[in-house]
Structures are given as C-alpha cells and as structure tokens.
T-cell receptor, first 114, second 109 residues
Framework: ETGVTQTPRHLVMGMTNKKSLKCEQH?????MYWYKQSAKKPLELMFV???????ENNSVPSRFSPECPNSSHLFLHLHTLQPEDSALYLC?????????????FGPGTRLTVT | GQNIDQPTEMTATEGAIVQINCTYQ??????LFWYQQHAGEAPTFLSY??LDGLEEKGRFSSFLSRSKGYSYLLLKELQMKDSASYLC??????????WGAGTKLIIKP
C-alpha cells in the first residue's frame, strides 16, 4: 500500500463505547497529525507527533487519547464520546515539523456518535 | 488572532476560468497552501507559495501577495471533475497550518 491509510472508514458508536481509529503512513515521514473536520468549519488540529513524540495537544478533551508507537502508525482512542464529536477524523503525515513540507492526508474515518 | 477567510461557495461553467480568493492573518508566515478535497475523500495538495507572485502548474495557478495577506487559486479550462472544495491554509511561525473553512466549487455544464 502507498500513502496514508485509515481504518475504519466509517464508525458508529454509542456514547458509552470505546473504540480506536488507526492510521498508517507508508511515506517514510516523521510527523503525523490528527485533525477533526466538521461540515463548513476549518480543519481543527487535534494532535501532532514528531519522531513519535507528541508536540501539540490543542486543548482536546481527554475522551480523545492519541498513541504513536512508531513513526508509521498513529492511533486515536475514543471513549465516552458526545454527539457533537460526530465528524470526519483525518490523519495526515509530513516529512517532519518545523519545515514547510506539505501534509499528506488519509481518506478519513466518518464517526457518528449516537 | 489567526484567521483564514475564503468564500463558502462558488459556481462556474465548464470550460471557463474561476478565481478563488483567500485572505490570511497568521502569527508569522511560512507559506500559503492550497488543497483540493472531493466529497468523501482526503484533501490533496495543490500548491505552495512563500514568495510573492504567480506559480503556474498546468490548469491551476496560485498567487501570493504577502503585503496584502492575500492569495488566490486560479483554475482554467474548468472540467466537471474540478467540482470539489478548495482549502486555503496559512503556515504560521511555528510551522502550524491555519485552515480556512474551504470553498465549495460547483461546476455546471
């Protein structure tokens, strides 16, 4: 596989469930990102990892918990979510942070919280 | 604060030319990006400008004026497949992207 992949593509979960989103990049990049995309709103940066170390946490509620075991994989663990968390969750990667290299995005996970 | 403004929606005709404008305010500046996003798909990189002027890439061109905090994306010879959202993003002094809400471009035959 090439590029950035995300699983699952669609997820429906209840507010009491626990689930995880997975992202994998095959580009040899060192930086990975989680974004939230809601309709008609700008992309919201949630978390940034550079060389497996978290460098940004943009005031994200603790019900979202990221994990980056290595430079190629990124997870977003979800628990006790709210209906307003329903959105498209995009993973991206870039060469590394601190440069103007473009970000490559995965297809996203469409999350619906019921 | 940091902010990116772009029109919510534009309509154009197949074969025509359309210009999508973007104004930006960032803390420091390390460039301006344009991405294309088809419905239900990942955003894909279109262009990057860090110096003033026009960058041409086939049917797509991107312009930057740093003094005016302004950029535009120019699409020529529009095709139906160009129907998509176009996202403008400014990179601040921390190399973090500040995103606009996107411009939905509708192409009519």
């Amino acid at each position: 596989e090439t590029g950035v992949t995300q699983t699952p593509r669609h997820l429906v979960m209840g507010m009491t469930n626990k689930k995880s989103l997975k992202c994998e990049q095959h580009l040899g990049h060192n930086a990975m990102y989680w974004y939230k995309q809601s309709a008609k709103k700008p992309l919201e940066l949630m978390f940034v990892y550079n060389f497996k170390e978290q460098t940004e946490n943009n005031s994200v509620p603790s019900r979202f918990s990221p994990e980056c075991p290595n430079s190629s994989h990124l997870f977003l663990h979800l628990h006790t979510l709210q209906p307003e968390d329903s959105a498209l969750y995009l993973c991206a990667s870039s060469q590394e942070i601190g440069t103007s290299s473009e970000q490559y995005f995965g297809p996203g996970t469409r999350l619906t919280v019921t | 604060g940091q902010n990116i403004d772009q029109p919510t929606e534009m309509t154009a005709t197949e074969g025509a030319i359309v210009q999508i404008n973007c104004t930006y305010q960032t803390s420091g500046f390390n460039g301006l990006f344009w991405y294309q996003q088809h419905a239900g798909e990942a955003p894909t990189f279109l262009s990057y400008n860090v110096l003033d002027g026009l960058e041409e890439k086939g049917r797509f061109s991107s312009f930057l004026s740093r003094s005016k905090g302004y950029s535009y994306l120019l699409l020529k010879e529009l095709q139906m497949k160009d129907s998509a959202s176009y996202l403008c993003a400014g990179m601040d002094s921390n190399y973090q992207l500040i995103w606009g809400a996107g411009t939905k471009l509708i192409i009519k035959p």
